[in-house]
């Protein structure tokens, strides 16, 4: 059964860190483009981060360009976003899934990440 469940959520105040994880099984993931969104109340999915298969190519949204970064263990079969400098437009439920941007195919159930002071 192919499942991804996501942890590491949580509430911060502005400017501090979480890092998120996304446990991977029931497929091949090292040979998965893999990527995080997110999708705050009321708003459209958002598409956030984007890493190669092995990890060597990451692509970011332009509002978390220089503050999150995206990598993964493909020998854990997981996926991480570290999130820093974190803002209250960072507040959403966030999702890791198996594909390129937002055209993927499977996600997990997600994490939710609150900003409040």
């Known amino acids: 059964q192919v499942k991804l469940v996501e942890s590491g959520g949580g509430v911060v105040q502005p400017g501090g860190s979480l890092r998120l994880s996304c446990a991977a099984s029931g497929f091949t993931f090292s040979t998965n483009v893999m990527t995080w969104v997110r999708q705050a109340p009321g708003k459209a999915l958002e598409w956030v981060s984007t890493?190669?298969?092995?990890?060597?190519?990451?692509a970011y949204e332009d509002s978390v360009k220089g503050r999150f970064t995206i990598s993964r263990d493909n020998a854990k079969n997981t996926l991480y976003l570290q999130m820093n400098s974190l803002k209250f437009d960072d507040t959403a439920r966030y999702y890791c899934?198996?594909?390129?941007?937002?055209?993927?195919?499977?996600r997990g159930q997600g994490t939710q990440v609150t900003v409040s002071s």
């Open positions: 890493v190669s298969s092995d990890g060597r190519i990451p």
């Open positions: 899934a198996r594909g390129y941007k937002l055209a993927y195919d499977i």
